[in-house]
């Protein structure tokens, strides 16, 4: 399984920007489908955001469409996760998850993803 290392976590203010970083070990293009997720202590993890293993297709939870973007540098087999508008509620350690693709489940049922970061945290301030 590909293995992933997240980076970019830290804190920010209510309103900021940041940008997490995921980098995976080897080709991702038409190999695996990935996603964000997070979690909060006493929480399930929470699907956050998804793309498709080439790409051309993507989903964000209700709670940060608009304000969130998935996307990938193919060259450099990383993913990204660009924050904006922070909110308080945004708190909390944020994961990226690869599964080979097919995908046979929906973009958010965990099981289907084998291969996790280590997690980095996110505080957003007021």
């Known amino acids: 399984q590909v293995q992933l290392a997240e980076s970019g976590g830290g804190s920010v203010q209510v309103g900021g920007s940041l940008r997490l970083s995921c980098s995976a070990s080897?080709?991702?293009?038409?190999?695996?489908?990935m996603a964000w997720f997070r979690q909060t202590p006493g929480k399930e993890r929470e699907g956050v955001a998804y793309?498709?293993?080439?790409?051309?297709?993507?989903n964000y939870a209700d709670s940060v469409k608009g304000r969130f973007t998935i996307s990938r540098d193919i060259a450099k087999n990383t993913l990204y996760l660009q924050m904006s508008s922070l909110k308080p509620e945004d708190t909390a350690t944020y994961y990226c998850?690869?599964?080979?693709?097919?995908?046979?489940?929906?973009?958010?049922?965990?099981?289907?993803?084998?291969?996790w970061g280590q997690g980095t945290q996110v505080t957003v301030s007021s």
């Open positions: 998850a690869a599964g080979r693709s097919p995908r046979l489940s929906g973009v958010f049922s965990a099981p289907q993803y084998k291969s």
């Open positions: 793309i498709s293993s080439g790409g051309l297709s993507t």
């Open positions: 080897e080709n991702i293009y038409n190999t695996y489908f």
